[in-house]
């Protein structure tokens, strides 16, 4: 098992912003030597046939391309607002 140190589990906990007991920290320093040991296995796996990936699905763009095109006119996007001055949305005032 990966020996990790109380220090070391004190050392996350403060870079959290976290308070733990003494008994806390002695569960945790168990707990992360456990999940280290178990993320080490994969250190035993063979990974030379497999070719790296960002991604486990084979992703790709679904974008459509951006592209010149009609839009809805001034008058239009602004007949639905509760105001309106020289062709802008109204709005109140938040600064003095």
């Not at 250190?43 to 084979?58: I, R, S």
């Amino acid at each position: 098992m990966a020996k990790i140190t109380k220090e070391e589990v004190e050392h996350v906990a403060d870079l959290a912003r976290l308070k733990f007991s003494e008994e806390e920290k002695e569960m945790f320093t168990e707990q992360m030597g456990k999940i280290i040991t178990y993320a080490e296995r994969l250190n035993d796996l063979n990974t030379e046939d497999v070719e790296p990936t960002t991604h486990v699905m084979n992703v790709h763009n679904v974008l459509r391309a951006d592209e010149e095109r009609p839009s809805v006119s001034r008058e239009e996007a602004l007949k639905n607002a509760p105001a309106s001055k020289d062709g802008q949305v109204e709005v109140p005032s938040v600064l003095d």
